[in-house]
């Protein structure tokens, strides 16, 4: 593995194929994907409930392998990866925002935030710091003490976001951010998605079913059967 990525490039994939099943029972999930996405910009895939995009956004983190076709991130070939070489990349430079929050319960939220970078060797009470201080930016420096059950949805994924970012990863993936969320909750963690992962040398990649945050992304990908259907650039005066 190289030591740093070539940050000219974001995600690129390429002809990836994608099956489930035996025999008659087998379904191609993925059928010959090609998508991308950009530095500095917040992609969004969208498509119907059982299109591919988590299949797509699973094999793009390397928790499953196509059957063909390659991915690269930052111009790293995740195929060429050997295991262990596969799970501190991921670690290194991958965020994940998943739609049921994720966050251990008996936690605070400081500790929540403070996971990756304690996974990456830090000692606690500098972890603990680094999370408060990007829960903090995220609006929730009140918040930082509790536990999950004593917070709101929105806090909740606010926390999730706060847990993506705080390792600083060169990749963001947000998989139905907003589902379990109400219009407002949704809106706000949009807003600090917008404002707090939107970097030069970052991409984010947003899964989700919500028109109601179209207006956030700088292009729309479709899906539809295993494949992408549409590619569209957005010009929007609500981006940041």
């Given at each position: 593995?190289?030591?740093?990525?070539?940050?000219?490039?974001?995600?690129?994939?390429?002809?990836?194929?994608?099956?489930?099943?035996?025999?008659?029972?087998?379904?191609?999930?993925?059928?010959?994907?090609?998508?991308?996405?950009?530095?500095?910009?917040?992609?969004?895939?969208?498509?119907?409930?059982?299109?591919?995009?988590?299949?797509?956004?699973?094999?793009?983190?390397?928790?499953?392998?196509?059957?063909?076709?390659?991915?690269?991130?930052?111009?790293?070939?995740?195929?060429?990866?050997?295991p262990?070489?596969?799970?501190?990349?991921?670690?290194?430079?991958?965020?994940?925002?998943f739609?049921?929050?994720?966050?251990?319960?008996?936690?605070?939220?400081a500790?929540?935030?403070?996971?990756?970078?304690?996974?990456?060797?830090?000692?606690?009470?500098?972890?603990?710091?680094?999370?408060?201080?990007?829960?903090?930016?995220?609006?929730?420096?009140?918040?930082?003490?509790?536990?999950?059950?004593?917070?709101?949805?929105?806090?909740?994924?606010?926390?999730?976001?706060?847990r993506?970012?705080?390792?600083?990863?060169?990749?963001?993936?947000?998989?139905?951010?907003?589902?379990?969320?109400?219009?407002?909750?949704?809106?706000?963690?949009?807003e600090?998605?917008?404002?707090?992962?939107?970097?030069?040398?970052r991409?984010?990649?947003?899964?989700?079913?919500?028109?109601?945050?179209?207006?956030?992304?700088?292009?729309?990908?479709?899906?539809?059967?295993?494949?992408?259907?549409?590619s569209?650039?957005?010009?929007?005066?609500?981006?940041?």
């Amino acid at each position: 593995m190289s030591s740093v990525p070539d940050l000219t490039g974001a995600v690129t994939c390429a002809s990836i194929w994608k099956s489930f099943g035996e025999g008659e029972a087998k379904v191609d999930v993925l059928r010959g994907v090609n998508f991308m996405a950009a530095l500095g910009e917040m992609t969004f895939l969208v498509g119907p409930s059982g299109c591919g995009k988590t299949t797509l956004i699973s094999i793009i983190a390397g928790l499953l392998a196509p059957d063909s076709g390659t991915v690269s991130l930052f111009g790293e070939r995740l195929s060429l990866l050997a295991p262990r070489e596969r799970i501190l990349f991921r670690r290194q430079y991958l965020g994940f925002v998943f739609q049921q929050y994720n966050l251990l319960p008996a936690f605070t939220a400081a500790e929540n935030v403070a996971v990756p970078l304690v996974a990456a060797g830090w000692g606690r009470e500098n972890a603990i710091g680094k999370a408060r201080e990007v829960l903090t930016h995220l609006g929730l420096a009140h918040r930082t003490e509790l536990v999950p059950q004593l917070l709101s949805g929105g806090q909740q994924q606010r926390v999730a976001l706060a847990r993506a970012l705080v390792h600083e990863p060169r990749l963001i993936i947000c998989d139905e951010p907003t589902a379990a969320l109400d219009h407002r909750s949704g809106e706000s963690v949009m807003e600090r998605l917008a404002t707090s992962a939107i970097h030069p040398d970052r991409a984010v990649i947003v899964v989700t079913h919500d028109s109601r945050v179209f207006h956030f992304a700088h292009r729309i990908i479709e899906m539809e059967d295993g494949l992408i259907r549409s590619s569209k650039k957005i010009e929007s005066l609500n981006q940041p």
